[in-house]
């Protein structure tokens, strides 16, 4: 009936007084701001890891010797050593054999702090893998430069080096790297090809490795590391039934009984993506729970500021009781206005964090944007927080008497 | 007997009722002062029929002003009856008062009682919103009561824009604005000097003759002497009751 009048009543008293407005809005502000930049950080770090994760397997998993939940707590991880045996090429040879869902198997074996020398540079804290030939359609590169590692190098156990980029720019800059030598932990190897490149994950490069024969790895370093089996599936719908044969072939190599735990991990993208989510959903619960103390705080704050506004204004409840306005009628003006104050506060936070993300987005490689569900939702809160903290003081107003409210100066 | 007054006024209502405006019965008001009760008003009878232009009168403490407030619809007595326009008030809840105060009872005060924020031709229309009538009709009425009150050209004036005769005159063109039974006005010139209160007074002469009902709470004779009926209230009782110099004249 009178909304309208209401909104306007509420706006002329944000613009009369903007300072005060705005310091009693900052929670609101703060609160509302907190929650959108948080899910848009959320969203745009998920999106950002599920293109990097999924560039790293396209509808690949890997068979290893500890799961991912083996390693999220060190007594879990304790036990799993006792329990897991490490897994070795022969279970390798098996699977290759056994597995007949899968289009490729691989088997890789890493040390992650190798040294490379080479032209008087140095290197430290690369990644050395021994890898089978097969290994390049697990992999997110393809090959650059020369060639992969082939049957030949593995059956001979050559000293050959496939190499990431980032060691042909620091160790090579400028230089063709193929047929050069390089001093791979005190050994010699010869180049024959170079990876494109795949960039960042959280300030970790995936392009500072080099690949070498497994055999010659293991020829080097000894046979006592678990191997790692990597499987790629024809199509995603292949994902599950090849993880489900894999693990079926590995408990009855291993004769585990039926309710036994595995004692081996099963590692696809989605698994890598659940581990994500658990952690940033934490943060994000963490950060609502915090924006959500904001919000009470800055819902008693419009609360309070509305108890001022109802005792400046008892006068004129007063003349709108006396010419007629019912209990509901003053109710409904002064919980107009209190939401008309906090969805204010809201669109003022939705602005902040939309800075925030736009921001975010220039200075990170993050692709930010800012979810139109979060806003919707926040719009919503902070009305809704308006109309809740709004109750008490329009519920004040609306039971005041007529004549002492009339009497009341101004 | 108060009980069988209470019947006998619900079940066969005087004639002379069918024509008031205002009747009340023993109309009792009571406030209770810590442990004290103190008695405002000690059984008034009164009788206001249709286009009757009546002034109260009583020194302070008197009850004028508790009388006003009941006859206003703005407080309930605790005791007695009392029929507005054949509506039984006395006993109404606070929103049901609302609603007669809204449809029967234009006011009209000493210090006009205007929202200050609001321009005058809003101020007019407030009563109408609380009516519940739509925005077109609403404007068009309340532009038709400033133009009788000869304020449509400072319709977008706010009252601080306007002098004490204007605001006023706003604040009656607002009473007027829902057709009420009853425009009740309390001390109207209190706050005018002499030149701008007979203005008012005029005013409301012209508004009885249009035909409405019209009762002034005041205390200064001259202004009492515009209507044609004087009731005299001491000590919440009514003690006279009588036509002024200006009702003999007309007789």
């Known amino acids: 009936m009178h909304f309208k009048e209401a909104i306007s009543i509420a706006l002329d008293s944000l613009r009369a007084h903007k300072l005060r407005s705005f310091l009693t809005l900052l929670g609101v502000i703060i609160s509302v701001c907190t929650l959108v930049a948080v899910i848009a950080l959320v969203q745009g770090v998920n999106l950002y890891v599920a293109t990097k994760i999924g560039r790293l397997g396209l509808n690949t998993f890997s068979l290893n010797q500890f799961s991912l939940h083996d390693m999220t707590d060190r007594q879990r991880f304790a036990r799993a050593v006792h329990r897991n045996p490490p897994l070795r090429m022969a279970d390798y040879n098996y699977l290759r054999h056994s597995a007949t869902i899968p289009i490729a198997i691989a088997a890789s074996v890493e040390n992650n702090s190798g040294t490379l020398k080479a032209q008087g540079q140095e290197m430290d804290d690369v990644s050395v893998r021994g890898v089978t030939p097969s290994d390049l359609v697990m992999e997110s590169f ?102 489900d044969q894999v693990r079926m072939l590995m408990r009855a190599r291993r004769h585990l009984a039926y309710t036994a735990k595995a004692n081996f991990g099963l590692i696809g993208s989605s698994a890598v993506m659940d581990l994500w989510h658990s952690i940033t959903g ?39 009781k006396a010419i007629g306005a019912r209990r509901a009628d003053i109710l409904r003006q002064f919980l107009v206005e209190s939401a008309v104050l906090s969805t204010t506060g809201g669109v003022l936070g939705i602005l902040a964090a939309w800075l925030f993300t736009l921001l975010a987005g220039r200075y990170t490689p993050i692709p930010f944007s800012l979810p139109w569900t979060a806003v919707i939702m926040a719009l919503l809160v902070s009305t809704a927080v308006g109309l809740f903290f709004g109750i008490y003081p329009a519920g004040k107003a609306a039971r005041l008497d007529p004549i002492v409210a009339l009497r009341s100066e101004t | 007997m108060p009980s069988t007054l209470t019947q006998s006024a619900v079940t066969r209502p005087p004639d002379a009722a069918a024509a008031a405006i205002i009747r009340t019965e023993d109309l009792w008001k009571i406030y209770e002062m810590g442990a004290e009760q103190v008695a405002a008003l000690r059984g008034v009878n009164l009788l206001i029929a249709r286009n009757e232009y009546v002034a109260i009168m009583g ?146 002469d012209r508004l009885w003759e249009e035909g409405n009902t019209i009762v002034l709470v005041t205390h200064e004779h001259d202004i009492a002497e515009h209507a044609h009926r004087v009731i005299y209230i001491r000590d919440g009782q009514v003690a006279d009751d009588k036509p002024t110099a200006r009702a003999r004249q007309r007789t």
Not at chain 1, 144 to 171: C, L, M, N, S, Y
Not at chain 2, 84 to 105: H, K, T
Request: with cysteine; glycine share 10%; hydrophobic share 45%.
């Open chain 1, 142 to 243: 393809h090959v650059a430069q020369g060639r992969f590692i082939g049957h030949f190098d593995e059956q001979h156990r050559t000293q050959v080096a496939f190499i990431g980029p980032d060691v042909v720019k620091h160790i090579f800059p400028g230089i063709n790297p193929l047929g050069r030598h390089i001093l791979v932990n005190g050994s010699q190897f010869r180049v024959i090809g170079v990876a494109s490149k795949q960039g960042n994950v959280f300030g970790n490069s995936l392009d500072q490795f080099v690949m070498m024969p497994i055999s010659t790895f293991r020829k080097l370093n000894g046979k006592q590391a678990s191997i790692n089996i990597g499987f790629k599936a024809g199509g995603s719908a292949l994902v599950q039934p090849a993880m």
């Open chain 1, 282 to 320: 934490a943060i994000a619960a963490v950060m609502v729970g915090v924006s959500v103390v904001f919000l009470v705080v800055g819902g008693i704050v419009i609360m309070n500021i509305m108890l001022a506004a109802v005792t400046e204004r008892t006068h004129e409840v007063g003349i709108r």
């Open chain 2, 59 to 204: 020194p302070s403490g008197s009850g004028k002003s508790t009388l006003m407030n009941l006859i206003g619809c703005l407080d309930s007595p605790s005791r007695g009856q009392y029929w507005l326009n054949g509506q039984q008030v006395s006993a109404m809840p606070d929103d049901d008062l609302a609603y007669i105060r809204n449809r029967e009872i234009g006011f009209v005060f000493q210090t006009f009682n205007l929202l200050p924020r609001a321009t005058a031709l809003h101020n007019v229309e407030l009563p109408l919103i609380y009516a519940g009538i739509g925005t077109e009709e609403r404007a068009q009425r309340a532009l038709e009561a400033l133009r009788r009150v000869d304020l449509e050209p400072r319709k977008n004036h706010r009252p601080n824009e306007l002098s004490g005769g204007q605001r006023q005159r706003v604040a009656i063109a607002r009473a007027l604005v829902t057709r009420p039974s009853l425009i009740l006005a309390d001390e109207p010139t209190g706050n005018l000097d002499s030149t701008t209160s007979k203005e008012i007074m005029a005013l409301f």
